[in-house]
């Protein structure tokens, strides 16, 4: 039997499935796209669950005709999700019960359609992890450090260009004014937006597993150089022209020219990898 008879022959089982999820994840889901509303750090979450629905339409002609074989492996994946969102409910901690949607939904295509079909699916379902927000503690554990960073990377550089600056920490002190490296500076909300795009990116458009890898990886660096360049053009404007002129349209602006800039490092970095290679390939998940 292929997927899509698989598919139609359980259609009643699983719809059945949906509004028992719905109960579940009712008091989780809809807070966590709340997050995504509210918390700059997560708005890509809205384009995570299409992206995903984008990579199943991708590999859909592959996927209908490849054997399903349904697994009990599925029901101890199913388990460890329920197990997860238990915990999650008694320590009142959302990133796990969060998580546990995305193992109970790859826990369920493992118990009726089996390891082949998972495995076609296992890109979709891996990339839902990332609409998750991550706790708040690791959040702040990561964020810290990259200020520091970044702080002592911008501090440098404007020394080299000539520009008298001193810093404590995350502070940055000039002769007219004081500066705070702030956590939106730290590079780490544009990490993990890059992050979610960086790996629909590098699977839309290369083959080679090597690539898709290396764009992955290059969302860290191109994230924290780029707000490196928003701290250092910062640093100039308040030097030059006051600290007024820093924080005032120019800083509300930043964020976006800098993300868009770092989208344009990225796609420029995904069109260098693919001048090189081209035989090597690797099919799709």
Same mark, same amino acid.
């Not at 901690?93 to 790859?106: C, D, G, P, Q």
């Not at 082949?116 to 450090?145: H, R």
């Not at 924290?224 to 007024?244: E, H, K, P």
């Given at each position: ?11 009643? %089982?699983? *719809?059945?499935? /949906?509004? /028992? ?14 997050? +995504? &509303?509210?918390?700059?750090? &997560? ?13 199943? %339409?991708?590999? +859909? ?11 009990? *492996?599925?029901?101890?994946? $199913?388990?460890?999700? #329920? ?19 995305? $193992? ?6 493992? %118990?009726?359609?089996? $390891? ?8 979709? /379902? ?7 927000? $991550?706790? %708040?503690?690791? &959040?702040? @554990? ?7 960073? !970044? ?9 080299? *260009?000539? !520009? ?30 890059? #992050? ?22 290059? =969302? ?20 030059? +022209? ?11 602006? @930043?964020?976006?020219? !800098?993300?868009? !800039? ?19 390939? =690797?099919?799709?998940?």
């Amino acid at each position: 039997m292929t997927f899509l008879e698989s598919l139609k022959a359980n259609k009643f %089982y699983l *719809l059945g499935l /949906l509004p /028992l999820l719905g109960v579940l994840y009712s008091g989780i889901f809809p807070d966590m796209v709340l997050d +995504w &509303y509210n918390d700059e750090n &997560y708005s890509h979450g809205f384009l995570v669950p299409f992206i995903s629905a984008f990579f199943i %339409y991708q590999r +859909w002609d592959d996927l209908r005709t490849t054997p399903a074989e349904p697994s009990n *492996l599925g029901l101890l994946v $199913i388990a460890g999700g #329920l197990g997860l969102l238990s915990l999650g409910y008694v320590g009142t901690e959302y990133f796990s019960m969060r998580v546990s949607l995305v $193992i109970l939904l790859a826990g369920l295509v493992l %118990y009726f359609f089996g $390891i082949k079909v998972f495995k076609k699916l296992s890109l979709p /379902l891996g990339f839902l992890v990332l609409m998750v927000p $991550i706790p %708040y503690i690791v &959040y702040d @554990a990561a964020a810290f450090p990259l200020k520091l960073f !970044v702080t002592e990377f911008s501090v440098a550089t404007l020394k080299l *260009l000539g !520009v008298i600056v001193w810093h404590e920490g995350n502070i940055i002190m000039f002769p007219n004014t004081v500066l705070e490296v702030a956590d939106a500076c730290s590079g780490l909300r544009s990490i993990m937006s890059l #992050l979610a795009l960086g790996v629909a990116f590098a699977f839309l458009t290369q083959k080679s597993m090597v690539k898709r890898w290396l764009i992955i990886f290059s =969302t860290l660096p191109i994230a924290v150089l780029t707000n490196a360049m928003r701290v250092i053009v910062t640093g100039f404007l308040a030097q030059y +022209w006051g600290a007024q002129v820093a924080e005032g349209f120019f800083h509300d602006f @930043a964020g976006f020219a !800098v993300f868009f !800039v770092a989208m344009v490092l990225l796609l420029a970095f995904g069109g260098f990898l693919s001048l090189f290679g081209r035989k090597n390939t =690797t099919p799709p998940m």
